[in-house]
């Protein structure tokens, strides 16, 4: 009796998983115009670690249709990350032109993380990490999901926005530079 029970535990458990499994498959499929799906991006962004060596910087950028926005861009070494730069600003709506309304730099390791406002001190590989396991995973039925790379396959944008929603949705990661040290 106890190896019937066994056998039915361990068939219901391999089911519920596989059926999982096909869902965050399909969560996986996305694919951004430059023909990359999360999956062949992250291989393309190992690959281009090894290649190109694991330094780079990046910068995120926050926009809203009210016209505030803000770019923090963080500079990693040999997989660490050691700086990170922050702006706010407000965009003229007659000209288009910034002007900025706070800023700071943390160029030490005590600094790194100190400030409030900007985005999180993170290499790419953590944010691979969160597009997968914050992002990509939200209910396809309800949410747009977006996820694109750069040409050379690095993750550039991942989140979501629910359907529907009209100003400022967008919840998830925007890359608007990315360059190689």
Same mark, same amino acid.
């Given at each position: 009796?106890?190896?019937?029970?066994?056998?039915?535990?361990?068939?219901?458990?391999?089911?519920?998983?596989?059926?999982?499994?096909?869902?965050?498959?399909?969560?996986?499929?996305?694919?951004?115009?430059?023909?990359?799906?999360?999956?062949?991006?992250?291989?393309?962004?190992?690959?281009?670690?090894?290649?190109?060596?694991?330094?780079?910087?990046?910068?995120?950028?926050?926009?809203?249709?009210?016209?505030? %926005? +803000?770019? =923090?861009?963080? !500079?990693?070494? /040999?997989?660490?990350? *050691? $700086?990170?730069?922050?702006?706010?600003?407000?965009?003229?709506?007659?000209? %288009? +032109?910034? =002007?900025?309304? !706070?800023?700071? /730099?943390?160029?030490? *390791? $005590?600094?790194?993380?100190?400030?409030?406002?900007?985005?999180?001190?993170?290499?790419?590989?953590?944010?691979?990490?969160?597009?997968?396991?914050?992002?990509?995973?939200?209910?396809?039925?309800?949410?747009?999901?977006?996820?694109?790379?750069?040409?050379?396959?690095?993750?550039?944008?991942?989140?979501?926005?629910?359907?529907?929603?009209?100003?400022?949705?967008?919840?998830?990661?925007?890359?608007?530079?990315?360059?190689?040290?």
């Amino acid at each position: 009796m106890k190896k019937l029970y066994l056998i039915f535990v361990l068939s219901v458990t391999f089911v519920l998983n596989s059926c999982s499994l096909d869902t965050m498959q399909s969560k996986l499929d996305v694919e951004g115009e430059h023909g990359y799906d999360f999956r062949e991006s992250r291989a393309a962004w190992k690959d281009l670690k090894r290649e190109q060596g694991n330094s780079y910087t990046y910068t995120i950028l926050v926009q809203s249709w009210t016209g505030y %926005g +803000s770019e =923090t861009t963080i !500079e990693v070494e /040999e997989g660490k990350v *050691k $700086k990170r730069y922050y702006v706010a600003f407000i965009i003229s709506e007659e000209d %288009g +032109s910034r =002007t900025v309304t !706070e800023t700071y /730099e943390e160029n030490t *390791k $005590k600094e790194l993380g100190s400030h409030a406002s900007g985005a999180p001190p993170y290499t790419i590989d953590h944010l691979y990490t969160t597009c997968l396991s914050k992002y990509l995973t939200v209910d396809h039925e309800t949410n747009k999901i977006f996820f694109d790379t750069n040409d050379d396959g690095v993750m550039m944008l991942c989140g979501y926005m629910p359907v529907g929603c009209q100003d400022d949705c967008f919840r998830g990661i925007k890359i608007s530079e990315f360059n190689w040290k």
